[in-house]
């Protein structure tokens, strides 16, 4: 309580407004305050014996005794808890929503410190928590368990462990889990997409740990989440925020909910015998249900009937189509416009040959991709390796009405440098089913005559052709490494000519001599 009286005694001595604030650590505006009411009011020192500080201050401030005595309106403090769980809520703003219900019938306001102060006080009453941090549809924390399960191999009887992937809402507790074979990026992906369509929604937030499946560079102020991971995110309409690097507390739902199912559900599956991945998750659901489905020990209500009432309704809607796991690789645009990806070609616009571009896999597209613009799509090719997949807008001009990437065309490279090369270049394209197979490695070998030169080329060519009559470009390459290519041939010696023994080699093959005896 201010000490009106002391301000009243110093006052009377004369002593400015600054010194008495400073004596009874009170502002001057307050000091000024209390004196202004008591010239008003005509308070002077000293003050009759029986007139009590309290008496004083109701007095002085009338005010303050009403709201002390319960004259002020009292919040609404059930629906101020169940307000702050929604998004964006804060105290600031209901104190303000308050005041203006106050002026409009009249009532006097709490302060916004007494507001809050009221607050905390009903809050430890009713087991509330004051300060929310995990609102309803706001997060999602994800983590594999430690904890593994176990299928069995139906002819061999062997054991593989098999993966447990957590899913939890903080706000309710509901939980998702379910099994898998491995814990790749494919596995992790899957298993986000699984776990929205078991909620029904998608939280704005997804909480992993840093691993390397979903953040390829771990830091707390700008992780970077891998590529795929952060497609799915995008589709989904989230945001991934990794925890910081071993700091389990930042997701500490998950790390409870994770030694919860590890009772409740791996172990008391522990006696099962699963021949296969999704004999092991129709039991994993059966027992899930019954584990959001049990009643909480501490507050009224279960997971299930939580999320029912207060976090279902929140999340973000599913979007229309489901997420489909896309795998991004890169590649080099050829010299015939086309990239190699998992053994077949795709064309791509010729003015993007020598670039490197990024290429985006799913099971029915390829999409590719210069600097983060996609500039061509195809349906992905299926069956027998080596196929080709053109589209006549990306060749030039020239090459669309004459087709200048052909056998011809690189016979005819081979024959201006020596019949030997032309013949090696023409058993490799009649090698492939597909012609188109066999230009990347007639273009490697006739390049060799800028490196090695067209003379020892076109002798390797020769020497190769003496090993076999279809040559491949690694028997070229180590010719001409290894110098082979150099070693002159010797003639073959000549035969006696005899009509009945014509295979017979002469005497001077053998180092002797016809004419001797």
């Not at 307050?30 to 002077?44: C, D, H, M, N, P």
């Not at 952060?230 to 389990?248: D, F, L, Q, S, W």
């Not at 010299?335 to 993007?352: A, D, L």
């Not at 273009?443 to 005559?449: D, F």
């Amino acid at each position: 309580m201010t000490e009106y009286r002391e301000i009243l005694r110093l006052s009377s001595l004369g002593l400015s407004m600054r010194n008495i604030a400073g004596s009874v650590s009170r502002s001057r505006d307050t000091v000024s305050e209390v004196l202004k009411r008591a010239a008003k009011l005509g308070i002077q020192w000293p003050l009759p014996l029986e007139m009590t500080d309290a008496e004083l201050q109701r007095i002085l401030f009338p005010e303050k005794e009403r709201a002390t005595a319960g004259a002020g309106k009292i919040p609404d403090f059930e629906y101020i808890h169940k307000e702050l769980a929604k998004p964006g809520v804060t105290m600031t703003l209901l104190w303000d929503e308050y005041c203006g219900e106050c002026r409009s019938s009249g009532d006097i306001p709490y302060r916004y410190s007494q507001f809050c102060k009221l607050y905390r006080k009903y809050s430890l009453v009713t087991k509330a928590t004051a300060h929310i941090t995990r609102k309803p549809g706001e997060s999602v924390e994800v983590d594999w368990a430690g904890q593994t399960a176990v299928i069995q191999d139906s002819v061999t009887g062997k054991n593989t462990a098999v993966y447990i992937f957590v899913a939890v809402l903080p706000s309710s507790q509901y939980a998702y889990v379910e099994a898998f074979p491995d814990r790749g990026l494919e596995s992790w992906v899957t298993a986000h997409i699984n776990a929205f369509s078991y909620f029904g929604g998608v939280p704005r937030m997804v909480i992993p740990d840093n691993l390397k499946t979903g953040v390829e560079k771990a830091d707390w102020y700008s992780p970077v989440i891998n590529r795929a991971y952060h497609e799915m995110a995008e589709h989904y309409g989230t945001a991934i925020v990794p925890t910081r690097v071993k700091r389990p507390k930042d997701k500490p739902s998950v790390e409870g909910a994770v030694r919860n199912i590890s009772t409740w559900i791996t172990a008391a599956l522990r006696h099962g015998t699963y021949f296969s991945i999704s004999e092991l998750n129709e039991d994993i659901i059966r027992k899930l249900s019954s584990f959001n489905e049990r009643p909480f020990q501490k507050r009224p209500g279960s997971r299930k009937s939580t999320f029912t009432e207060e976090e279902q309704g929140l999340l973000l809607p599913l979007p229309r189509e489901r997420y489909e796991i896309a795998h991004w690789k890169k590649a080099t645009v050829a010299f015939n416009y086309h990239i190699s990806v998992e053994g077949h070609y795709y064309s791509v616009p010729y003015e993007y040959i020598k670039h490197m571009v990024d290429v985006r896999l799913t099971s029915r597209v390829v999409e590719v991709f210069y600097n983060g613009t996609r500039i061509c799509s195809h349906p992905r090719l299926k069956g027998y390796q080596g196929q080709y997949r053109t589209i006549d807008e990306h060749m030039p001009a020239g090459h669309r009405k004459h087709g200048e990437w052909n056998s011809d065309r690189f016979i005819k490279w081979g024959r201006s440098i020596g019949p030997n090369t032309a013949e090696v270049v023409r058993s490799m394209l009649t090698r492939y089913k597909v012609e188109q197979q066999g230009y990347r490695s007639c273009m490697g070998i006739l390049n060799m005559a800028d490196k090695y030169s067209a003379e020892r080329l076109e002798a390797a060519c020769a020497k190769a052709l003496s090993y076999t009559p279809q040559p491949a470009y690694r028997n070229i390459t180590a010719i001409l490494r290894s110098g082979q290519d150099k070693t002159h041939t010797h003639s073959i010696p000549e035969t006696i000519s005899d009509d009945s023994h014509s295979f017979i080699r002469g005497a001077k093959y053998y180092g002797g001599n016809n004419d001797a005896e």
